[in-house]
């Protein structure tokens, strides 16, 4: 199933028309199929959840190594072509749903017992940031994320301060995880081929979160104040953003940032996520639990 003629050929088999508008790339190629399972480092009680099974290729090599591997797809009409593809593999299941809408907590229960799970996907492209925080911002017990991505978002959340791939996504993705990169893809190992290049990349969580969930609500609120000016100074985007400015004027935020240790004049741009997060907590710390 995994050369271009065998995908094409089964695809028309079952007379499946591509659907571009759900991000469907399919893997046709081997050893990257072998590279992502590998970077996930799947061991043989691992249980496994899987966005956008597609043909199945990644869930049977999943499958493969993995105790479960349990696959959520939007697209009713890929079914047929996964009851044949994964036919040989009990340990695969798949479920009809939203990755985004679906009660993920239910499947968890209903098919992990709870237990902790990993996350393997290529993930649909048009919705590659929704989908991570789904997972990072959750009380799911995963242990790791390793997914495909388009190079400019795994650029993005692996950029470093002050460049211009530093953004919004950087800081909320390594408040949560540890970012590695696994390997670089070209476009040729895809049916059909996206014009861009990929990466894949692992999220590890990080154990313990630096705030409590008040202040992570502020920590978000500042994140977004600072890169929604990226130009402006820290200063200026927060006081002039409309959450922040509620909870109080510039003298207030000034007196904030030095306490924080840090030069309002500086651009939120320049901060990394522990920056971020100590001026999080001193806000925090100075609002009564009334004001959250
Ligand atoms: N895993 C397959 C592979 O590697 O060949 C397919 C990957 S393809 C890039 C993305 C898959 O996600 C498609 O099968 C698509 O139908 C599915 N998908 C798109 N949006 C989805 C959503 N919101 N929830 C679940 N699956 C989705």
Redesign the pocket.
């Known amino acids: 199933m995994i050369s271009p003629s065998q995908v094409k050929k089964l695809l028309d088999r079952h007379g499946f028309q591509l ?1 571009r508008s ?7 190629d081997a050893n990257i ?1 072998n590279r ?1 399972v590998e970077g996930a480092e799947i061991k043989e009680d691992d249980n496994v959840l ?10 049977r090599a999943l499958a493969r190594v993995c105790a479960k591997v349990v ?5 009713r009409a ?1 079914f047929p072509i996964l009851d044949e593809t994964l036919k040989d593999y009990d340990n695969a299941y798949i479920i009809h ?6 009660d993920l907590g239910k499947i968890m229960t209903e098919y992990f017992e709870g237990e902790p799970f990993k996350v393997v ?7 590659t940031s929704p ?1 991570l925080m789904t997972f990072l911002e959750s009380d799911l017990p995963y242990e790791d994320i390793t997914v ?1 991505v388009q190079s400019e978002v795994a650029d993005r959340i692996m950029a470093t301060p002050g460049t211009k791939d530093y953004g919004l996504l950087t800081v909320a993705i390594n408040y949560y995880a540890e970012v590695f990169f696994i390997a670089k893809v070209p476009p040729s190992v ?2 059909p081929r996206p014009k861009v290049s990929s990466q894949v990349i692992k999220l590890v969580r990080k154990a313990d979160h630096m705030l409590d969930k008040s202040a992570e609500e502020l920590f978000f609120q500042v994140i977004k104040a600072a890169f929604s000016k990226r130009r402006k100074t820290l200063l200026n985007a927060l006081s002039s953003y409309p959450s922040i400015k509620k909870i109080g004027d510039k003298v207030y935020i000034r007196e904030i940032l030095g306490k924080a240790n840090i030069d309002p004049a500086r651009r939120g741009e320049t901060l990394d996520y522990e920056e971020f997060a100590c001026i999080a907590q001193i806000l925090r710390q100075h609002l009564s639990p009334y004001d959250i």
């Open positions: 659907k759900l991000g469907q790339n399919f893997l046709i199929l992502i899987e966005v956008g099974p597609g043909i199945g290729s990644l869930t696959a959520v797809e939007i697209d890929l749903g939203d990755i985004l809408k679906i996907a290529n993930l649909p492209y048009y919705i989908i495909m895809f049916m």
